[in-house]
């Protein structure tokens, strides 16, 4: 009520919080309506009779990177995008770009470019990013991922932290065929050149050919070798692994993995295998566990990775995607002085690593180059040319010693003629899944028929 001596009030509104990040400002009207005046109603006037009242949006909304910084080599790297700080009451469009560094897109990544849209449903999101496998030699290099604002009423009113991250190519050690089986093996040094040292070398094999991995007098492993494709048959995979062990009770088992990780135990298709110290379980169609008695009454324990690769044919330079499996052993190495077979021969060998300063027929792949002496089981000595790198082919930790000539890859250099293994890659090959017979056979045992 205005009066002669009340010329202006006040008018109190409540302004309710609704907590999320919008767009824009936004208002609401306010209007005057004259309700008595004594009589004299037409001498007032109302002006400006409306007004708007505008409620400023200054909820603060957080874009960025969680974490900020990745690594990997080949296959893909997973990007995560999340809101960190605030809540959308209107979608928000972000783009998502890759940008080289050291790292060239094309030749170690695939450039990405791409839009995510957050809401209030859809807070957090991930973006692949493909990276080239490395085929050879190369350090490891480095590219960044960014952000940018896309929805034009959300810039300058969405603050994008942290709005970079980095992405890690990490170099990696190979020769011209990486689907050629890869074994590594842990090797007991003592040198104060390395803490840890595994031995790593492939065995390129026959495609539809058995070799024997493993053999000791009651423990017999074998892998099967296959073409990676039908329109890639320079390269070899391995895509079986099998298993005959004696049990505490004098039974054979046998074991088989394929390609996706499937396990049949004496024909019968199983996920987990419990009986006489046997044990076998599957993890999905990613790994499966063995465990098997060795002839030390321990347990050998081995892995059986699946995996989906990105290879090189050797031929075509075609890279293209091929199922295979890894072979792993991590405990019960030490089977005994009579051990054999493609990675079993390694197993308790005395091994000394020296600098070497000799000449090389091939540039090797680092600056650095070591002669090794590696006394195997039997008392036989053998010298391998190789480099060291600080990985092995598993990604595992160690430094991985690449070694090899013409029986176990590609040899680095000039004057060392001895094969890594003992005889040649023929020499291992047994006649079927569980045959245990071959040049250097340990296999032994003599069981009761029964496989399960």
């Not at 208002?27 to 007004?51: D, H, K, M, V």
């Not at 600080?390 to 070694?403: D, N, P, V």
């Amino acid at each position: 009520v205005f009066n002669n001596t009340v010329t202006q009030l006040p008018i109190s509104v409540t302004i309710k919080d609704d907590g999320v990040f919008k767009y824009t400002d936004v208002y609401f009207g306010a209007s005057l309506t004259l309700l008595s005046a004594g009589g004299f109603e037409q001498l007032i006037s109302l002006n400006p009779r409306q007004t708007n009242i505008t409620i400023k949006d200054d909820h603060v909304l957080v874009i960025g990177f969680d974490p900020v910084v990745y690594s990997g080599n080949g296959g893909s790297v997973a990007i995560t995008v999340k809101v960190l700080q605030g809540s959308l009451a209107v979608p928000v469009s972000i783009r998502v770009f890759t940008q080289d560094g050291t790292a060239i897109s094309g030749s170690d990544y695939v450039a990405t470019s791409q839009s995510v849209v957050f809401d209030s449903s859809s807070t957090n999101h991930t973006v692949t990013i493909q990276l080239v496998n490395k085929l050879v030699s190369d350090a490891s290099k480095m590219f960044s991922v960014g952000l940018s604002v896309e929805t034009p009423e959300a810039k300058g009113r969405v603050t994008l932290s942290p709005s970079v991250a980095n992405v890690t190519v990490q170099g990696l050690v190979n020769d011209s065929v990486i689907a050629d089986p890869l074994f590594t093996v842990p090797l007991n040094v003592h040198s104060t050149l390395f803490q840890e040292l595994s031995l790593c070398y492939e065995i390129h094999g026959t495609a539809g050919r058995y070799y024997n991995l493993v053999s000791d007098s009651c423990t017999s492993v074998n892998a099967h070798y296959q073409y990676a494709s039908p329109n890639h048959v320079s390269v070899n995979i391995i895509d079986a692994i099998t298993v005959r062990a004696v049990d505490r009770a004098g039974q054979c088992v046998d074991i088989e993995v394929n390609v996706d990780c499937g396990v049949s135990v004496g024909g019968s298709r199983v996920q987990i295998y419990s009986l006489n110290e046997v044990y076998v379980r599957t993890y999905g169609n990613l790994s499966v566990r063995i465990s098997v008695p060795n002839c030390n009454h321990q347990q050998l324990v081995m892995w059986i990775l699946c995996q989906v690769r990105p290879i090189e044919d050797p031929n075509t330079t075609e890279i293209f995607n091929a199922k295979m499996q890894k072979f792993v052993v991590t405990r019960g190495l030490s089977l005994g002085e009579n051990s054999h077979g493609i990675i079993a021969q390694f197993w308790g060998a005395e091994v000394s690593v020296t600098k070497y300063t000799g000449s090389y027929s091939v540039q090797p792949y680092t600056d650095s180059a070591y002669y090794v002496l590696t006394m195997q089981n039997g008392g036989v000595s053998k010298s391998v040319l190789s480099s060291v790198y600080r990985f092995t082919w598993e990604r595992l930790g160690g430094s991985c010693l690449y070694a090899g000539d013409r029986e176990g890859g590609w040899m680095v250099g000039g004057d060392l003629s001895n094969n890594l293994i003992d005889g040649q890659e023929k020499d291992y090959i047994v006649s079927s899944a569980f045959g245990t017979d071959f040049k250097y056979s340990r296999f032994t045992q003599s069981c009761t028929d029964r496989t399960h």
